[in-house]
Each structure stands twice: as C-alpha cells, then as structure tokens.
C-alpha cells in the first residue's frame, strides 16, 4: 500500500522557481485579463508569453543621437529650401540642394562603414 501513487496534477517538467512582481492600474489589469481570455489563456501564462516573445525596440545610443541631429538639421534646411523656392524662383534652389544632396552621400557612406 506504501508505492501507491497519488491522484492530482502531475508534476511540471521544468519548476517554475522565480517570482517576479508587477504593480498595475485597474484599467491595466482589466485589459490583460481581457486579452489573456481573448488568447484562451490564463493571465499568468499571457504574461510571460507577452515579455517572453515580444520584439523589443532598443533606444538609440548616443552616437545615433548625433544622427538624429543631423536629420532634424536637413528637414530645416528643406524648409528653407521651400521658403526661397517660393519667395525667389528655382535658381538659388540649385545650390542649395547640391549641398543637401552632398550631405546625403556622406551619411550613407558613414552608415556603410558602420555596418
């Protein structure tokens, strides 16, 4: 009588032995228990697929900022090729985007490299 085997839920493969603990607003908490339900999921297990599968978008290092800077500087310099075009006629508009232009091909060479 003492090699029976007991009745209940088998054991899981691999133990699940981390907690982790978040804090949510009610709203928060309603809209994944609804969406877990929607998976035919239990919130727990809707969690960790969510964190586990989910692509992560890294933010830009500080060398991409200096990139990002450059890029607001050209859509300045666009805007005032607009103005001049619209104020002055097509011809200053040439040199100008000859500068943009040369600008351009120097980014996309600094990107090549760095790749």
Do not use: C, W
Request: net charge positive; no cysteine.
């Amino acid at each position: 009588m003492g090699d029976s085997k007991k009745g209940g839920r088998p054991r899981l493969p691999v133990k699940k032995e981390r907690r982790v603990s978040i804090r949510l607003t009610d709203a928060e908490f309603y809209i994944l228990m609804r969406r877990s339900r929607e998976a035919g999921m239990n919130l727990a297990q809707f969690i960790r697929d969510a964190a586990i599968k989910a692509k992560i978008i890294a933010r830009p290092q500080l060398k991409d900022h200096t990139f990002f800077r450059e890029v607001i500087g050209i859509s300045t310099n666009l805007n005032q090729v607009a103005r001049a075009v619209n104020r002055q006629g097509i011809l200053p508009l040439y040199t100008k985007l000859a500068e943009i232009i040369a600008f351009f091909d120097g980014q996309i060479k600094r990107l090549r490299d760095d790749q």
